[in-house]
């Protein structure tokens, strides 16, 4: 268990921390000559339940409210001190405002300096406190009367927090892997040495994880958990970690940067979140306000996009966007809080909800829908909600990051949830049951209009046919969907076409002849077939008569319109695609270039980009780079 102390300054929380624990946590010699704590000091004790707790002392001087801030993320309980001789103060109350905003609901009070005060002064710094705790997370807190000089109190307040000790449930199995960095150093004959409180999941020695937001990867050499050399670390417990990588220097790590799983790397400097402005606040948080943002050790200026209105008043919540000046690593759930401009003064707190944020239609009424089922806690209620409202679905992979997942807590979430799951393995996208019988439905509606306004063609194309639903979706999702649909016979694909089984398009009598006189040319001309003038030349026709035929028999889905000038058999097609297919198979990549294609098939650089191009226009393939990949197997495209 790890727990943080609170409070103004001088109120004797590193005296209390050492009557409890017996060690000393003012490590700077700064700190000891002022007497204050200046950074994060630490301890830990066995509070009589047979393991381990650790102590983060914070400071409590105003100046030092950064500090603080680092200290109490991710902790699972809170001691509140205050002076019985002063009572409650201007830090105390920041800091008390500060656990309510990051929902540190676990705590008790510790009144300390009794041995200073008589019976009566003790009584009135309790009403005192129970007045200042009204409304927050530490109403109703047990309150402490000790003395950390002569230990009045000491052991009622120690069998309390075993107690507590015992309770708190085990967080190392949940998750992946992130502990937030407060302290870097290096150690003679070991080396690199990052500190911090472990938020979820466990790591052992010689795991590799991510140095995010940097996004290096770091070997872990050895543990100390609760300070103690241990083989594994996990949440609920300060580590240290002894890192290593190729090049990597103390240069290259900052405090608020985290060691994390490879599967919780997700660097962003724009996340939306909900905050609350707190009451103390004088005026309105305006859009646009410049902050700084303390999420774990983190601290980085931005601003505030506010998403529901203009401002959010004193005491209000509100979705907002965080847009930063550098990147750090948000995950759902992370709890933050705001400063004003200066760092002099907390302004508003509450915890990320989507670390995938994007700033173009940020504030849609969409959009807000979609934030307000992502904020639902449960990640299984969450999913369902986004799956009744997401037009295309919802990609999986960026949401089992979000949330932290583990490949096998997103596995058994997906198992658990009725949704049709299509799309790539590394980036499936969930769709619900009745949006997917909604779109089979208004597909097959759109195909039946466009064969009613068109009756002579044979039927549209798959981007012709998705434009024409009454949703925008995804030409991933669209594929899907009409891939069920052919496979259940309720549409027929024809080449670059669709039609509905019933439909039958037919060429003229005339077409028919020209037709019988083209196809053996085409045939006969393999990969190359010959041009539109070449055809005509050969029949003594003009070349535009050629050219609108063959238009005609593209969309009959009897050839393919590659180009203007170059038209194929469906045969030939299939043929060139399968080569294609062959030859991203064979690389390491999946990927060929136009070279590949051009060597493979000996058609010329001119005909190979036409080919390729259509490729690209059908769906079979996408350019990436410099090279292509397959997008669908290619009888899916053009045919069996």
């Known amino acids: ?75 699972d309980y809170a001691i509140l001190i205050v002076a019985a001789d002063d009572g409650p103060m201007p830090q105390t109350e920041e800091h008390l405002a500060i656990l309510d905003l990051l929902g540190v609901e ?44 002569t230990g009045d109190g000491i052991p009622a307040l120690k069998q309390h927090l075993s107690a507590i000790a015992g309770e708190v449930p085990d967080r190392t199995g949940t998750g992946n892997f992130r502990l937030a960095i407060d302290r870097c150093f290096t150690l003679s ?64 790590v900052r405090r608020g940067d985290w060691i994390a799983a490879p599967e919780s790397h997700a660097p962003t400097r724009r996340f939306d979140a909900r905050i609350r402005v707190l009451h103390s606040e004088q005026k309105p948080l305006k859009n646009w306000t410049p902050i700084h943002l303390h999420l774990a050790a983190t601290d980085v200026t931005g601003r505030v996009a506010v998403l529901e209105g203009r401002e959010i008043a004193p005491g209000e919540s509100s979705l907002v966007q965080i847009v930063l000046d550098e990147p750090v690593g948000a995950l759902w ?45 449960d990640a299984v209620d969450a999913l369902h909600a986004l799956l009744e409202q997401a037009p295309s679905g919802v990609e999986l992979e960026p949401f089992a990051r979000s949330r932290n997942l583990s490949p096998a807590e997103a596995t058994e979430l997906w198992r658990g949830v009725e949704m049709n799951r299509i799309g790539r393995p590394e980036a499936p996208i969930g769709v619900s049951q009745a949006r997917w019988d909604t779109l089979s439905e208004d597909t097959v509606t759109a195909l039946a209009d466009w064969h009613k306004a068109h009756p002579g063609d044979p039927g549209p194309t798959e981007d012709q046919l998705r434009r024409r639903l009454p949703v925008r979706i995804s030409g991933d999702l669209f594929g899907a969907i009409l891939l069920g649909l052919i496979n259940g016979n309720k549409i027929t694909r024809d080449g670059a076409t669709l039609r509905l089984p019933m439909h039958r398009a037919a060429m003229s009598d005339n077409e028919t002849a020209l037709w019988e006189k083209v196809r053996p040319m085409m045939e006969e001309g393999g990969l190359r077939p010959p041009r539109v003038r070449e055809i005509a030349e050969d029949l003594s026709q003009p070349p535009q008569v050629i050219e609108r035929f063959l238009f005609r028999a593209a969309r009959l889905g009897i050839v393919h319109a590659v180009a203007k000038n170059r038209f194929y058999p469906p045969a030939t097609m299939r043929d060139m695609g399968r080569l294609a297919e062959r030859l991203a198979e064979k690389s390491e990549d999946g990927m060929f270039s136009a070279a590949d294609f051009r060597d493979a098939t000996d058609i010329g650089r001119n005909v190979t980009i036409q080919v390729l191009e259509y490729f690209d226009r059908s769906g079979f393939t996408q350019r990436v780079g410099e090279g292509r990949k397959i997008r669908k197997p290619v009888d899916e495209v053009f045919g069996d």
């Open 333 to 377: 759930g992370d709890r933050l809080i705001l400063r004003d401009q200066s760092a002099r003064r907390t302004v508003a707190g509450g915890k990320a909800i989507d670390p995938f944020a994007t700033a173009r239609g940020r504030a849609r009424p969409e959009r807000l829908a979609t934030l307000k089922a992502l904020e639902v806690p």
């Open 106 to 149: 676990a705590g008790c009070i510790a009144l300390t300096k009794i041995d200073r005060v008589d019976p009566e002064r003790v009584e009135e710094a309790k009403e005192l406190i129970q007045i200042l705790v009204d409304g927050t997370t530490m109403e109703g807190a047990e309150i402490f009367p000790v003395s950390g000089i």
């Open 1 to 75: 268990m790890i727990i943080a102390t609170a409070g103004h300054i001088d109120h004797g929380k590193s005296v209390l921390v050492k009557a409890l624990t017996g060690i000393e946590t003012d490590r700077l010699p700064e700190e000891r000559a002022r007497g204050m704590s200046i950074d994060l000091g630490f301890a830990y004790t066995d509070l009589g339940n047979g393991s381990v707790s650790g102590f983060i002392d914070v400071p409590g001087h105003e100046r030092f409210v950064r500090n603080m801030l680092a200290g109490v993320s991710g902790i």
């Open 189 to 252: 004959g070991t080396g690199l040495v990052v500190t911090g409180t472990v938020f979820s999941g466990n790591a052992k020695i010689g795991d590799r994880m991510t140095l995010t937001p940097l996004g290096r990867e770091v070997r872990i050499r050895g543990i100390h958990a609760q300070n103690e050399e241990a083989e594994t670390g996990g949440a609920g417990q300060r580590c240290a970690l002894n890192i290593a990588a190729q090049g990597l220097s103390r240069a290259n």
